[in-house]
């Protein structure tokens, strides 16, 4: 028996092909779900596919995924899962990264941003600030901190200067720069001090920096709060010395 298409011509009897048939039609369905209606509407093996997606470009993953599930006993142990137990699941180190992701996200989202959260306020907040942030700097390092309009970090940064080579036109100008770059309203210098009491030399130049900095700032509608010096819980500030 001849096999008739519906119509005549070209092509016609030949089987059309479906559209999105195999592993990558199934992937491009899965990912317009999520786009669609977002991740909470996969099952838990389906989340485990789309993530193996990553690791395993060509395949079928939904027999994998859920081996994985009874393997580990729920989604959240796998996710949670080490990287060696991964392995020994027979997985590749690029599977066993991709499994990772979200356990790993979920660490840096539930940390406290102190840059966004941190006023300064007042002394005792810079103080407390430097002693919990700057513990490690090292020492004669230049730091800026730079504040939005309610005093609170925008960014803390450390600055490279050459305080003992006579260069503060270079770093008065990236620090200007710099505040214009973040919106800046306010800022505080913060100079690690390598020896207590700092050395003479050092507080005048920075004194001269800061000095040049604040007179420029005044054009920028930038504050210049203080200056100070900290070495192991002990400080010196610029603007208490009438420096500023």
Same mark, same amino acid.
């Given at each position: 028996?001849?096999?008739?298409?519906?119509?005549?011509?070209?092509?016609?009897?030949?089987?059309?092909?479906?559209?999105?048939?195999?592993?990558?039609?199934?992937?491009?369905?899965?990912?317009?779900?999520?786009?669609?209606?977002?991740?909470?509407?996969?099952?838990?093996?389906?989340?485990?596919?789309?993530?193996?997606?990553?690791?395993?470009?060509?395949?079928?993953?939904?027999?994998?995924?859920?081996?994985?599930?009874?393997?580990?006993?729920?989604?959240?142990?796998?996710?949670?899962?080490?990287?060696?137990?991964?392995?020994?699941?027979?997985?590749?180190?690029?599977?066993?990264?991709?499994?990772?992701?979200?356990?790993?996200?979920?660490?840096?989202?539930?940390? +406290?941003?102190?840059?966004?959260?941190?006023? %300064?306020?007042?002394? =005792? /907040? @810079? !103080?407390?600030?430097?002693?919990?942030?700057? #513990?490690?700097?090292?020492?004669?390092?230049?730091?800026?901190?730079?504040?939005?309009?309610?005093?609170?970090?925008?960014?803390?940064?450390?600055?490279?200067?050459?305080?003992?080579?006579?260069?503060?036109?270079?770093?008065?100008?990236?620090?200007?720069?710099?505040?214009?770059?973040?919106?800046?309203?306010?800022?505080?210098?913060?100079?690690?001090? +390598?020896?207590?009491?700092?050395?003479?030399? %050092?507080?005048?130049? =920075? /004194? @001269? !920096?800061?000095?040049?900095?604040?007179?420029? #700032?005044?054009?920028?509608?930038?504050?210049?709060?203080?200056?100070?010096?900290?070495?192991?819980?002990?400080?010196?500030?610029?603007?208490?010395?009438?420096?500023?």
């Amino acid at each position: 028996m001849t096999r008739v298409g519906r119509s005549g011509g070209k092509g016609a009897g030949q089987a059309v092909p479906f559209r999105e048939t195999g592993p990558s039609g199934h992937r491009a369905r899965m990912r317009a779900r999520v786009l669609a209606s977002g991740a909470a509407s996969l099952a838990d093996y389906e989340i485990v596919e789309m993530l193996l997606f990553i690791g395993v470009p060509r395949r079928d993953t939904k027999p994998q995924a859920k081996a994985l599930l009874n393997r580990f006993g729920s989604l959240g142990a796998l996710l949670s899962a080490s990287a060696d137990a991964l392995r020994e699941a027979g997985l590749s180190d690029r599977v066993a990264a991709a499994l990772g992701l979200p356990a790993s996200v979920a660490d840096c989202l539930s940390r +406290p941003d102190p840059l966004t959260r941190t006023p %300064m306020g007042d002394w =005792d /907040a @810079v !103080l407390a600030y430097c002693d919990t942030q700057l #513990a490690d700097a090292p020492p004669g390092q230049l730091r800026v901190l730079f504040l939005d309009s309610i005093n609170h970090i925008i960014a803390d940064e450390a600055v490279d200067d050459m305080w003992d080579e006579g260069t503060p036109e270079l770093t008065q100008r990236h620090i200007l720069l710099r505040a214009l770059d973040l919106h800046a309203s306010a800022l505080v210098g913060v100079r690690i001090a +390598p020896s207590w009491p700092p050395p003479v030399a %050092m507080i005048e130049g =920075d /004194a @001269v !920096l800061m000095q040049a900095i604040s007179y420029h #700032a005044q054009n920028l509608s930038l504050t210049i709060q203080d200056h100070v010096f900290l070495r192991q819980g002990q400080w010196l500030s610029l603007r208490q010395q009438r420096r500023l």
